[in-house]
């Protein structure tokens, strides 16, 4: 065919999908690119003007594009590969058919290195995200395909690499993006230089058995025909055998021959109405026998890329099982090209100006389901709605940053050390300021020194990246303290003051450990260290210490009633007589002075009405009572400049508690029998008894610890006195202290 034959095959294909297009138009792109290519051949010795044409044709005729489509096809290299600029060709056809141009270009010039797994996903993103617009894509991927179709020119290194890329970056590609013949095409073709033999072994296996699987085939399609024209169903039916590299996967994944592939054979019924998708499925399943649990409902629930369908599996003659899709002609056709189909309805429609470039993308994947989904929608909107950015090292590793991202964050990605010693950075080769806005593709380098003071203060702004940010804050932490340790005080005592709280009130010894605690910092400094690297705010500090602040007031509340309430006796005394009162006992205590204080009883000498007592004002605990010769309260104490305000008057009422738990110490020559006789003392006495505890001493004593409880203190000398009158007992005494 010459290169004429194959334009008017180019338009004859156009004019069959799209009558209306611009062929003047076309014709001049194809004049142009003609000529800027004249002199240049392909490896295979043909004049290069065959490529864009193929590529053009494989555009129109698995895509359906557009007039544009085709032109920036046609001229997919000219940029690239001769001396014609964006510029004439934004002016001699449009702006819009040369940025489609110069985004196939770009991603022309992206050198893929066989990566680890994440790589390859990175650079798939980055190769749809710098697709800013869907079609560039699908333009390259249509290069890609022809250059698989005639990779045999090229040398064997050549045939790998771009075999390896086009497995790991295009099938993928044009997968997600649903477009399954060309996703097929380009696996085969790879397949055929990455594994020759297997890939021969596939071929030729199924061509011997081609005869056998020919009959099979055609009687099957014979009777699904004829079952369906019996009742009046229109459609189409036609079978495949799985392409090669689907066999060689199963094969291989599964260690499988050809014969045990389940679904080698599969059947496709093409009809006009959803109804009659459910209509043919109940018609196979009454001419063959069904597989239990290999039919799939893809109508009902699509799958991620948009694709649907009713899959069943079948037993057909001779016990060999097929695969039957039934679908309508809609979803086969967006079965067969993906995004491109709905590009093409999208066209048609000329859908409303507010609906943005890739709203239907969006809304076509959100409706899908599944953790698969969810994975597209997400990357895809990642990809096409740019919240991220990739751009590469030197060395041709994709970095993956967050939109907006500087060099600085760039920097702090490869490494800390990188981003604390930077001093400059380059963007494809040109310096650049550090709050550069990094692009997709771009090549990223950072000049280091020795001699780098370390981030800026303001880094912390320009920084996109958490990443970045927490290390720089790092940075501040450990190398800084100084500075920090300033800055931070500043900002706490600012906000201190903001909130009307003294300082003093902060660094007061009986305050200061706990409100640190409250903020779980060691010292001031600490915290005035984290402020100043931005750990903590200065808010924050404060606004817990102020809680803090407020609950020891509190606690101290009664402490302070207390003892305002005593001076203010004092006071008051030499003016007047006090004036009767009502006396009001705290569980059988009056405090002098006090009505409705606190009491508690001290644990050291339990008191009872009747013994003497002094009263003792605790830290915010009330007036704890102790026995007038309990070691606890002895005079000394009572004395001591620094407690004796706290020591007060207190008296037995005349209402005390019906009785008062106190603690007894028995002291005897031990012999048999002891305890007995203490148990009856208790006993004939009526004695409340709260617990007994004896121990034996090395010397052949023993000692009884009593907790009992008593009404007053004579009820207890007369079980005291009770107790010395049991034989052996040497002593009875209250402890105390
Ligand atoms: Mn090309």
């Given at each position: 065919?010459?290169?004429?034959?194959?334009?008017?095959?180019?338009?004859?294909?156009?004019?069959?999908?799209?009558?209306?297009?611009?062929?003047?138009?076309?014709?001049?792109?194809?004049?142009?690119?003609?000529?800027?290519?004249?002199?240049?051949?392909?490896?295979?010795?043909?004049?290069?003007?065959?490529?864009?044409?193929?590529?053009?044709?494989?555009?129109?005729?698995?895509?359906?594009?557009?007039?544009?489509?085709?032109?920036?096809?046609?001229?997919?290299?000219?940029?690239?590969?001769?001396?014609?600029?964006?510029?004439?060709?934004?002016?001699?056809?449009?702006?819009?058919?040369?940025?489609?141009?110069?985004?196939?270009?770009?991603?022309?010039?992206?050198?893929?290195?066989?990566?680890?797994?994440?790589?390859?996903?990175?650079?798939?993103?980055?190769?749809?995200?710098?697709?800013?617009?869907?079609?560039?894509?699908?333009?390259?991927?249509?290069?890609?395909?022809?250059?698989?179709?005639?990779?045999?020119?090229?040398?064997?290194?050549?045939?790998?690499?771009?075999?390896?890329?086009?497995?790991?970056?295009?099938?993928?590609?044009?997968?997600?993006?649903?477009?399954?013949?060309i996703k097929w095409e380009l696996e085969d073709l790879s397949l055929k230089y990455l594994d020759p033999i297997g890939y021969q072994e596939i071929v030729s296996n199924l061509d011997s058995k081609r005869q056998e699987y020919d009959f099979f085939m055609r009687r099957t399609q014979e009777q699904i025909d004829e079952r369906l024209d019996q009742l009046?169903?229109?459609?189409?039916?036609?079978?495949?055998?799985?392409?090669?590299?689907?066999?060689?996967?199963?094969?291989?994944?599964?260690?499988?021959?050809?014969?045990?592939?389940?679904?080698?054979?599969?059947?496709?019924?093409?009809?006009?109405?959803?109804?009659?998708?459910?209509?043919?499925?109940?018609?196979?399943?009454?001419?063959?026998?069904?597989?239990?649990?290999?039919?799939?409902?893809?109508?009902?629930?699509?799958?991620?890329?948009?694709?649907?369908?009713?899959?069943?599996?079948?037993?057909?003659?001779?016990?060999?099982?097929?695969?039957?899709?039934?679908?309508?002609?809609?979803?086969?056709?967006?079965a067969e090209y993906g995004v491109a189909a709905h590009w093409k309805y999208k066209q048609g429609g000329q859908g409303s100006g507010s609906e943005g470039r890739y709203e239907w993308v969006r809304r076509l994947l959100e409706n899908q389901e599944g953790a698969d989904a969810e994975d597209f929608i997400h990357s895809l909107k990642v990809d096409m709605f740019s919240d991220e950015v990739f751009v590469f090292t030197p060395n041709g590793d994709v970095q993956n940053l967050p939109a907006g991202a500087t060099p600085i964050d760039f920097a702090y990605a490869i490494h800390s050390a990188v981003g604390n010693r930077m001093v400059g950075a380059k963007v494809n080769g040109r310096i650049v300021p550090f709050e550069h806005v990094l692009k997709n593709g771009d090549i990223v380098e950072i000049m280091t020194s020795k001699n780098a003071k370390g981030p800026g203060r303001d880094w912390m702004k320009i920084a996109r990246s958490s990443e970045a940010r927490s290390k720089i804050r790092q940075w501040f932490k450990k190398e800084k303290r100084?500075?920090?340790?300033?800055?931070?005080?500043?900002?706490?005592?600012?906000?201190?003051?903001?909130?009307?709280?003294?300082?003093?009130?902060?660094?007061?010894?009986?305050?200061?450990?706990?409100?640190?605690?409250?903020?779980?910092?060691?010292?001031?400094?600490?915290?005035?260290?984290?402020?100043?690297?931005?750990?903590?705010?200065?808010?924050?500090?404060?606004?817990?210490?102020?809680?803090?602040?407020?609950?020891?007031?509190?606690?101290?509340?009664?402490?302070?009633?207390?003892?305002?309430?005593?001076?203010?006796?004092?006071?008051?005394?030499?003016?007047?007589?006090?004036?009767?009162?009502?006396?009001?006992?705290?569980?059988?205590?009056?405090?002098?002075?006090?009505?409705n204080c606190l009491v508690k009883f001290s644990k050291c000498c339990t008191p009872v009405p009747g013994d003497e007592i002094v009263g003792f004002i605790t830290r915010g605990y009330g007036v704890s009572v102790h026995r007038a010769d309990c070691p606890n309260a002895s005079l000394e104490r009572r004395t001591a400049p620094d407690q004796a305000d706290r020591w007060i008057k207190v008296s037995w009422g005349s209402d005390t508690n019906e009785s008062y738990p106190t603690t007894l110490e028995v002291v005897c020559k031990d012999r048999q029998g002891l305890l007995l006789d203490i148990s009856a003392a208790l006993s004939t006495t009526n004695t409340f008894v709260l617990g007994i505890n004896s121990r034996s001493t090395e010397d052949d004593f023993a000692i009884f610890r009593l907790e009992v409880r008593m009404r007053d203190s004579q009820q207890l000398s007369t079980l005291m006195n009770r107790l010395h009158q049991i034989s052996g007992v040497l002593k009875v005494v209250r402890p105390a202290g």
């Open positions: 065919m010459t290169v004429h034959e194959q334009y008017e095959l180019l338009e004859k294909t156009i004019r069959g999908y799209n009558p209306s297009a611009d062929f003047a138009q076309i014709r001049a792109a194809f004049a142009f690119a003609e000529k800027a290519h004249d002199g240049q051949t392909r490896k295979s010795g043909e004049p290069y003007i065959i490529h864009p044409l193929a590529v053009a044709q494989i555009v129109a005729e698995e895509l359906k594009l557009d007039s544009e489509s085709i032109e920036a096809a046609l001229l997919h290299d000219v940029i690239e590969d001769t001396p014609a600029s964006h510029a004439d060709i934004s002016k001699l056809f449009s702006p819009t058919i040369a940025s489609l141009v110069e985004g196939v270009s770009k991603l022309t010039r992206i050198q893929y290195a066989t990566k680890e797994d994440e790589q390859m996903e990175n650079l798939r993103k980055m190769l749809i995200a710098m697709s800013k617009d869907i079609r560039v894509i699908l333009i390259k991927v249509a290069d890609r395909l022809h250059n698989m179709r005639t990779m045999e020119y090229q040398s064997p290194a050549k045939q790998k690499q771009k075999s390896l890329e086009t497995m790991e970056i295009y099938a993928p590609i044009s997968h997600r993006l649903g477009m399954q013949r009046d169903i229109p459609h189409i039916v036609y079978g495949r055998i799985k392409h090669p590299y689907s066999i060689y996967r199963k094969m291989f994944n599964q260690n499988k021959s050809l014969d045990e592939i389940f679904d080698l054979f599969a059947f496709r019924v093409i009809v006009d109405t959803v109804g009659d998708c459910y209509n043919v499925l109940g018609v196979i399943h009454d001419i063959f026998k069904p597989i239990l649990g290999r039919f799939k409902d893809y109508i009902g629930t699509p799958k991620p890329n948009g694709y649907q369908s009713l899959h069943t599996t079948v037993m057909g003659g001779d016990g060999i099982p097929f695969e039957v899709q039934i679908r309508t002609r809609e979803m086969h056709e967006i100084d500075e920090n340790i300033v800055n931070g005080r500043s900002a706490f005592e600012a906000e201190l003051k903001h909130c009307g709280i003294p300082m003093k009130d902060v660094t007061a010894p009986e305050n200061l450990p706990g409100l640190l605690k409250k903020i779980s910092y060691g010292t001031l400094d600490e915290l005035y260290a984290a402020i100043g690297y931005g750990g903590f705010t200065a808010q924050k500090a404060v606004s817990r210490m102020q809680s803090e602040l407020q609950r020891i007031a509190k606690q101290h509340q009664v402490e302070k009633q207390v003892l305002e309430a005593v001076e203010a006796k004092i006071e008051e005394a030499p003016k007047a007589p006090p004036a009767p009162k009502a006396v009001k006992s705290e569980q059988g205590i009056i405090v002098e002075g006090l009505d």
